[in-house]
Nanobody
């Protein structure tokens, strides 16, 4: 039983910045990986960035150099700092958490809308 709540989305002009937050609650002991995904209209949901329990990060190509994923263990919260936003970044952004073995369960938040105007 893990609950994820995203926040921080909104409307921003091209070149602007947003910071998304994902607060985890419930039985979070076995979470080893948290990630951000996004889904634009007419497109499949795609990975943006991930961070492990040990602090290792990974990014897809479009996020490298512009987006930064981080975590605050004391607050059980993961962040996605997005700079130099482009209209093509417009999407619903989702937070997800994955448990370690043996369950490998995956949990999803409700999503937060990010809209970048030109």
């Amino acid at each position: 039983q893990v609950q994820l709540v995203e926040s921080g989305g909104g409307l921003v002009q091209a070149g602007g910045s947003l910071r998304l937050s994902c607060a985890a609650s419930g039985s979070i002991f076995n979470i080893y990986l948290m990630e951000w995904y996004r889904q634009a209209p007419g497109k499949e949901r795609e990975l943006v960035a991930g961070i492990t329990k040990g602090g290792s990060t990974n990014y897809v190509d479009f996020a490298k150099g512009r987006f930064t994923i981080s975590r605050d263990n004391a607050k059980n919260t993961v962040y996605l700092q997005m700079n130099s936003l482009k209209p093509e970044d417009t999407a619903v952004y989702y937070c997800t958490a994955r448990e370690s073995f043996p369950s490998l369960k995956r949990y999803w938040g409700q999503g937060t809308q990010v809209t970048v105007s030109s």
